[in-house]
């Protein structure tokens, strides 16, 4: 089974587009807490402009948050 992975506009959300956000948090808080592995590191392999996260990890995320 193919792991559901997640962009970045998904993750925080995007008002033009209206995603609401699951991580309610500025792009730059993202990538701050990316660094400090506060947050879970992205998936890479998928495109030298491609990032992505795993789903599960960011629901796993939210979990921990809450």
Known sequence: MEE???RLKDIIGDK???IAPIVP???ST???GVASNRYPQPV?????RITA???SE???LVCREV
């Open 4 to 6: 559901r992975l997640l």
């Open 16 to 18: 033009n587009a209206g």
């Open 25 to 27: 948090v500025s792009k």
């Open 30 to 32: 993202w990538w701050a």
């Open 44 to 48: 890479r392999h998928l495109g030298p």
């Open 53 to 55: 996260w795993r789903a």
């Open 58 to 60: 960011i629901y796993a």
